[in-house]
Structure formats: structure tokens, C-alpha cells
């Protein structure tokens, strides 16, 4: 597994659009950790070094950068994408946690629940940073106005990435609607038993939680002072209804795992026609399929009929995390980090990043063609994706849990016991279970 898809399968990948206020503020969470006041972000009285843990390639490089320019903040960087959650909450357990740590946007409100992040609204650069990033991503990180609890890094819009010169090869336009892509599947399949048009990845609840974001397949909604859990809607048994088809008709792989050696051996072989992927990914066959540049070409991802709705998988936060003594420091280097226009040129080259801070629309390496992909604007679209990702999507407040069940019964349905449907039943009895558990007021439907 590349170091890219690893940083997004153990980051929870998938991006969360803006909870209304209310819903982050209200789930029956603590008060924000860690009250911070003025004095806790008076710069401190000579040189400070802070941690930051993180899971994204050539990280290591971006501080260094930093620590060049700013002698007396240096920054010490870990990267923990083998156990990015398990080394984080040993730290937390431990009173030992970084000053600062990537964490997945689906992640931030059940890490909240356990009291594991700072306030660092007293921080007046903090508070001030706020229109330097994708309104959206802002609202997921300081929950609604609660706080500042985190800055946003990078997102992760939807796209489909087809093998352009094997469509060519059988005649096929690339697909604009699922319709489409299904039929296609069919012929492609009729004409080498040993193509399929992609692959499902039964362990990554991530990608399929983007799938359903497509759809507008609302997994939670808050009102009246409980939320109301919808994982298994009618909108939600679609999405799972089609890729069912596809796998009981064989149509579509499910023997491999994303970013695995065996999915880019399949990919080198000409067996896999196409990818469902999100921004970052666009580093990922560049780095590990070289041979194929030319050969690729990334297109807005099929549609459910007319809508132009897209979905979205992946990014990350960089959060303050609970224990912080150097409030003023911190907020200094993730402000840098996450909008310096070197910085995020830097992060998106090595680690692949497509950032959330409003300067990255304007970064030269997303507006240049890329000469892998045939010189092609490939970010252009993945801009357009993100103006058509539905806003109102939001996560609950256990959503690792729910996304272990819902993968655990997804294994299941791949291997022939059970169906897609009855993943989503498995999620959606797991969310109501964990949340009764924390005392955390849920109903099932709307």
C-alpha cells in the first residue's frame, strides 16, 4: 500500500462537509477541552520545539522548511500512518500526546467526545485564520463556532479515473452516468473475461461512506435535541443495490485492497479498466504505475441521472491536541502550514494533499496540465467536483464504529454471506447501539 492511500485509509478518510451548528455543538459532547485564556497564547520566552504527527509522505521535507525559517519554533515531525488512531490515543492515555496531529474530518467529533483537543480561540491569529480556508472545512473544525479546535488541510473530491486507451480499444465513451459505467462494465467483461471495469474494496467504508455522499444519502440529521440516524435510507440501499448487481454478476473485482500490491499487479496487467478515486489519488498511479503515463486520463465521476452531485473521500485536519502548552506556537506553524502557498506547493508534489485553504485554488501545480495524464488539467475537475459536493452531509459522533460494522458486514456480502443492504442494516444498528452506550439521545429514521 502506497504511503498516500495508507495516510487516507487510516485518516478516516472521508472529508466531512458543514454539520450545521447545532449538531457538533449539541451531541451530547464536553465542553471544549482545555478552556484556554489570553495568557496561555502569549508567545513563549525563548526557543520552543513542538510535535506534530502525521501520515503524509514527505512531510518530514515541509518541516524542514519551516525549521529553516523559524529557528526559534521547531518543529519535531512523527509519522504514524501504520496506526495513525492507536498511537494517538496511547498518547492521549498517556498525558503524552503532540502539540499537533493529523486528524480525519469524520474523526474530529468522536475524538471530541473524549476530550482529546484544545480550544485555541483565545489565540487571536486563530480565530483571524478562518477566511483563509473552504468555509466548509472551517465549520468542521472549529464545530459550528464552538471553538478552534483544529485547521483544515486537505479534502478529498471524487473523480473517475479511466485507462483512456482500453475504453478506445473496445469502443467505448467514457461513461458521464452510473448507467453508463454499468453497461460499460457488462461489455468490457463480454469482451475479456479477464477485464473488469474496477474493483470494490470491501474494507474501506471510507470510499463507500463517498459513494453515498454522492447520492445526498444523509447518514445522520440533528433535530430536536437527538439525532436521527438514516444509514440505511432508501437513497443509501440504491448506491449498495447497484454495486451488488455489479459483484453478483462478477462485473467488478473484490479480491483487492486499495493501494495494495495486488490492486497495482492488476492495474500493471491491463485487468482493471478504470478507479473511483478522490484528489490525492492522483499521485498514486503517477508514483506507482510510471509506465502507464499517457495512458490515463481523470473524468467528473458518473452521475445518478442528471445530478451533477459529486461525493467526496478523504482529507484531514491538522488539530491542537489536548495537553498543548504552546498555544501560540502551534497556532503560528499549522496557520503556515496549511495556507503558505510554498508549503502547500510542497505538500501537494510529495504528499499528493489537495489543500483546503482558498490560496490552493490559485497554486500553479493545480492549474498546469500534468504531464502523466497527458498533459491534461486534471485539478480543473477536481475543482468542479468539490462545487458539487452536498454540504448538508453529516457525521455522527461515533463514526469509527459504524464504519467497522459496515465493513465487517461489507466483507461479509463480497465473500457471498449476505448482501450490501444488509451492511448498511449492520451500520446502522451499530450507530444506534454505540451512541445509546455514550448516552448519546439517537432514533432511528427521521
Known amino acids: 500500500m502506497s504511503n498516500t492511500v495508507r495516510r487516507i485509509r487510516f ?243 473484490t479480491d483487492l485492497a486499495n493501494g495494495s500490491t495486488p490492486m497495482y499487479a492488476a492495474y500493471q496487467q491491463n485487468q482493471v479498466a478504470s478507479y473511483v478515486g478522490a484528489a490525492w489519488g492522483y499521485s498514486m498511479f503517477r508514483d506507482n504505475l510510471p509506465d502507464q503515463a499517457g495512458k490515463w486520463s481523470i473524468v467528473p465521476m458518473p452521475t445518478w441521472g442528471s445530478s451533477p452531485a459529486s461525493g467526496d473521500w478523504g482529507g484531514s485536519t491538522v488539530a491542537f491536541m489536548k495537553g498543548n502548552t504552546h498555544l501560540y506556537e502551534s497556532v503560528k506553524f499549522n496557520e503556515w502550514l496549511n495556507s503558505d502557498p510554498e508549503a502547500l506547493a510542497l505538500e501537494n508534489k510529495l504528499g499528493g494533499l489537495y489543500p483546503a485553504a482558498v490560496a490552493g485554488s490559485k497554486l500553479p501545480a493545480l492549474s498546469e496540465g500534468v504531464p502523466y495524464y497527458n498533459n491534461e488539467k486534471i485539478f480543473d475537475v477536481f475543482a468542479d467536483s468539490s462545487k458539487n459536493i452536498d454540504t448538508s452531509f453529516t457525521w455522527g459522533p461515533t463514526q469509527k464504529t459504524v464504519n467497522l460494522a459496515l465493513q465487517d458486514a461489507m466483507a461479509k456480502a463480497a465473500a457471498g454471506s449476505g448482501t450490501l443492504n444488509d451492511a448498511l442494516a449492520a451500520a446502522q444498528a451499530a450507530a444506534l447501539k454505540s451512541m445509546k452506550d455514550q448516552a448519546i439521545p439517537a432514533v432511528a429514521g427521521n
Open 11 to 253: 485518516a478516516g478518510a472521508v472529508v466531512a462537509a458543514a454539520a450545521s451548528i447545532a449538531v457538533l455543538a449539541a451531541c451530547s459532547s464536553p465542553a471544549p477541552s482545555g478552556d484556554a485564556s489570553a495568557a496561555s497564547c502569549e508567545p513563549a520566552k525563548g526557543k520552543v520545539t513542538i510535535q506534530y504527527w502525521n501520515t503524509v509522505p514527505g512531510m518530514d521535507q515541509v518541516v524542514a522548511l519551516w525549521n529553516k525559517k523559524n529557528p526559534d519554533i521547531q518543529v519535531q515531525t512523527k509519522n504514524i500512518s501504520n496506526d495513525q488512531y492507536g498511537t494517538l490515543g496511547n498518547a492521549l492515555k498517556a498525558g503524552k500526546a503532540p502539540e499537533l496531529a493529523q486528524i480525519g474530518y469524520d474523526e474530529l467529533p468522536d475524538l471530541r467526545t473524549q476530550d482529546a483537543f484544545v480550544d485555541v480561540s483565545a489565540c487571536k491569529a486563530a480565530v483571524d485564520a478562518k477566511d483563509k480556508f473552504v468555509p466548509w472545512t472551517w465549520s468542521q473544525a472549529s464545530f459550528g463556532g464552538t471553538g478552534v479546535f483544529a485547521f483544515p488541510q486537505d479534502t478529498g473530491p471524487m473523480a473517475l479515473y479511466v485507462r483512456s486507451d482500453i475504453f478506445s480499444q473496445h469502443g467505448l465513451a467514457v461513461p458521464t452516468t452510473w448507467d453508463e459505467y454499468a453497461a460499460d462494465a457488462q461489455k468490457l467483461h463480454a469482451a475479456d473475461p479477464n477485464l473488469s471495469i474496477t474493483f470494490f474494496d470491501p474494507n474501506n467504508a471510507e470510499w463507500f461512506n463517498g459513494l453515498l455522499w454522492q447520492n445526498s444519502a444523509d447518514m445522520y440529521k440533528y433535530s430536536g435535541d437527538k439525532w436521527h440516524v438514516t444509514v440505511e435510507s432508501d437513497k443509501s440501499k440504491q448506491v449498495a443495490d447497484y454495486w451488488q448487481k455489479l459483484i453478483d454478476a462478477k462485473l467488478v473485482r
